[in-house]
């Protein structure tokens, strides 16, 4: 899979879409199984053409832009998301820039200008509530007629459900929200996890006994807080267990979002390494405590817990 960073590096892949490809464009945060049906239908669809398969997303999110108050705290950071991407069998993801000039680009603009002169679009896969286009012009009826104008097809996916209900991204923020790490599981088709560099912190828990790694999540907001017991990849030849505190550290008065992960039987230092975090279990809620000693206790009973469920 090759990243494209926005429409003004088209040009540079123009001789491999020169034929056409086949699209997809959203949000697709999280990459749940509805995502998953999506992008496993354009590659599908790609490879029975012989076409270049390529996802479309933006930075920020469009809610991000026009909304940004209102917008909902993403499952994934951008890396994250092209990380889950690389997983699947897409050649090409295209981050467009959502940007006041972007934002203004007329339904028709949309068509013309970037499915038609940018991507030579032969067949569009969309979920069946997509709009877009100035003020949403755009939907499912709009992209058929103009496909049937300018030689492309469209296909429109309908809602993937799971237990009666429908997969959504809102769906997996309740279940985090709530710590259902079954039901999160359920509709992500994997266990939940973040993805991070380790960096220098305060150090604070190598005076109290329990030497952490310091994640920046890369995040404003966490779509889940509290301690749980956690596999983390990317430091040995296996996954390696410990225990993590996920949240803004409010005993020592932290102001942005952190991920702090205490590693069983670990002493090496891993400054600058890029790992995944997986949440495996849950243990309790983030709390404040009176002093480092209250934390420093809790801790290593926090670390009993996530022992006896590794069963170390």
Sequence with gaps: MQLIRGLHNLQQFKSQLKQGCVLTIGNFDGLHLGHQQVVQTVAQQAKSRCLPSVVMIF???????????????????????????????????????????????????????????????????????????????????????????NGF?????????????????????????????????????????????????????????????????????????????????????RPWPGVANLGLRPTVDGVRPSIEVHLFNWDKDLYGKHVDVTLEYFIRPEMKFESLEALKLQIGL??????QFFKI
């Design 302 to 307: 926090d670390a009993e817990l996530a022992k």
């Design 59 to 149: 930075e920020p999110l469009p809610v991000e832009y026009f909304a940004p108050e209102k917008a909902p705290v993403r499952l994934m950071n951008f890396r994250e998301k092209i990380q889950a991407l690389q997983s699947t069998d897409i050649d090409y993801v295209l981050c467009v820039r959502f940007n006041a000039p972007f934002a203004e680009l007329s339904a028709d603009d949309f068509v013309q200008k970037i499915l038609l002169d940018g991507l030579h679009i032969k067949h569009l896969v969309v979920g069946d509530d997509f709009r877009f286009g100035k003020q949403r012009q755009g939907d499912y009826a709009y992209l058929q007629a103009s496909g049937d104008v």
């Design 153 to 237: 097809s469209v296909t429109d996916l309908p809602t993937f459900g799971l237990t009666k209900e429908r997969v959504s991204s809102t769906r997996v923020r309740a279940a985090l929200s709530s710590h259902d790490l079954t039901e999160v599981k359920a509709l992500l088709g994997r266990d939940f996890k973040f993805n991070g560099r380790v960096i220098h912190g305060q150090k604070l828990g190598r005076t109290i006994g329990f030497r952490t790694l310091n994640l920046n999540p890369k995040r404003v907001h966490m779509p889940v807080q509290g301690v749980f017991a956690v596999m983390v990849d990317g430091i040995a030849d």
